[in-house]
């Protein structure tokens, strides 16, 4: 079970102390949440910035691309310093294509579903991918209140994965807190992203071991 941060709620003025404060609050990714203003209305950073953070944290950057053709950019978040790269199975029409780019990198490939993308588009691709990202929220803006279909999908993306018999991570974004994230482990999720749920709290560390708390007793289904 691992928590990945969304640094989207963070501080940008100190964005170096927060990335130290997460790091010892015992987050085990930092969620890097990068938007175009296209495939989502907002825009946030680029690999520039990217590339700053990883500077500033050992922790490994777990990069969620809200971009339209999402191949055109690989390359520079492969430099960047990016651990996982998921991108949306909305946002391209070669999937397949961008999920090898991504690999071939030597990088975790990830694909993420929008609420209303249903489970099937993941079919023939889920054999090829390290990480499922299911948006429990629209993409676009952090401190948005949680989708409960969404629970429905991480069964069944569970299931999914539990039939190829490969180690892929099911993650969760939008909307966790400490008093949801059990309800999304106990569906499947074993990564969860949290924005304004850690950063929107006075003690990250705090918050991190009471998420900890709640999805520890959970148990993946096989
Ligand atoms: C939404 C982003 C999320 C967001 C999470 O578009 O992908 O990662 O920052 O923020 P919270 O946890 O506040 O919903
Ligand atoms: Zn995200």
């Known amino acids: 079970m691992k ?7 963070a501080d940008f003025t100190r964005l170096k102390d927060e990335l130290k404060a997460i790091e010892a609050a015992g987050a085990d990714y ?7 203003g296209h495939f989502v209305p907002n825009i946030t ?15 490994p950057l777990d990069v969620h691309l809200m971009i ?20 949306h199975v909305e946002a391209t029409r070669h999937l397949h294509k961008v999920v090898q780019m991504i690999r071939d990198k030597g990088l975790k490939a990830g694909v993420s579903l929008n609420p ?8 023939d691709i889920i054999g090829d991918v390290d990480l499922v990202l299911i948006m429990s929220v ?8 949680f989708i409960p279909s969404a629970l429905k999908k991480i069964e069944a ?27 999304a482990a106990l569906a499947g999720a074993d990564v969860f992203v949290s924005g304004s ?26």
């Open 197 to 222: 749920g850690v950063f929107g709290t006075n003690d990250y560390g705090k918050t991190i071991e009471a998420m900890r708390k709640e999805i520890s007793p959970v148990r993946l289904k096989a």
């Open 138 to 145: 629209n993409p676009g803006f952090s401190g948005q209140g």
């Open 116 to 123: 209303a993308t249903p489970v099937h588009t993941l079919d």
């Open 157 to 183: 993306v569970r299931r999914m994965i539990g039939e190829t018999g490969r180690a892929i991570e099911l993650e969760v974004d939008g909307g966790i807190k400490v008093n949801n994230i059990k309800e």
């Open 68 to 87: 339209e053709e999402p191949e055109r950019y690989i390359d520079d978040f492969a430099k960047a310093g990016s651990s996982i790269v998921t991108v």
């Open 3 to 9: 928590i990945s941060p969304s640094i989207l709620s």
């Open 45 to 59: 950073i680029g690999p520039f910035v990217v590339e700053a953070i990883k500077k500033a944290t050992r922790l």
């Open 30 to 36: 930092v969620h890097v949440d990068v938007m175009d």
